[in-house]
């Protein structure tokens, strides 16, 4: 499932954006300020942030160099009233995939946000995956560290490709039992994801890189930033 982080602390055009970007297989995160959206990032696997500039507790730009050190690939969107070069500049230079100036249509909006989504989802299945001295091809089948190869379940795979796909980003139990076990299932006994992480650990020597957040779920771990 897709999930949309809006941080936006006018409440009438955050409002308005979660009603144009509602859909099918999405959650949209509406958000206020940047203490909120700390909090929300930790929690959800988040695909896409709107991002406005000027919130009441810090500015936009500077958490956005936040957002790219945590995750470079995944996009972020500017909502910005200021259209002046510098400005546009400096959000593009910070690492921002996009931007879009107030007033503005939302049908516009629509259409940026899901070719972004887009980009971001071709990018990562056309893509093998290096992190320091892992290689992950996805769409081969094909793991490695230190180049040494790896045999991982299809289940194993599943639960790698989210984890590597949200790096830095804690993902509940819940939501990686609902993405993992999609054949129907409808009872998954409780210790599978748990039996599931523990080989997948071993398997890649990934102690240090797959850890557990007590009370939410796992996350895969950035060493290097």
């Known amino acids: 499932m897709e999930q949309i982080l809006i941080i936006e602390d006018d409440i ?63 996009p972020v969107i500017l909502l910005t009233a200021n259209d002046t070069d510098m400005d546009i500049v400096g959000g593009l230079e910070q690492g921002a995939d996009d931007y879009i100036t107030k007033p503005f249509s939302l049908s516009i909006l629509r259409a940026r946000v899901n070719t972004q989504l887009r980009k971001n989802t071709t990018y990562f299945n056309t893509k093998t995956v290096y992190i320091d001295d892992f290689r992950f091809d996805f769409d081969q089948m094909k793991f490695s560290r230190n180049g040494i190869g790896v045999e991982l379940s299809k289940t194993e795979q599943k639960l790698l490709r989210l984890l590597v796909e949200n790096q830095g980003n804690a993902i509940s139990r819940g939501d990686l039992v609902d993405r993992i076990w999609t054949d129907g299932a409808e009872y998954v006994d409780e210790n599978a994801l748990s039996v599931t992480v523990k080989r997948l650990r071993d398997k890649l020597d990934a102690q240090d890189y797959i850890q557990t957040v007590y009370g939410i779920g796992y996350i895969w771990v950035r060493k290097n930033g």
Do not use: T, W, Y
Request: with cysteine; charged share 25%.
């Open 12 to 74: 009438g055009l955050n409002q308005g954006l979660c009603r144009a970007l509602k859909a099918e297989n999405r959650q949209v995160i509406s958000c206020l300020n940047l203490k909120s959206a700390r909090e929300q990032l930790v929690c959800f696997s988040v695909s896409l942030v709107l991002l406005d500039i000027n919130l009441p507790d810090g500015s936009g730009l500077d958490f956005l160099h936040e957002l790219k050190e945590n995750d470079k690939n995944r």
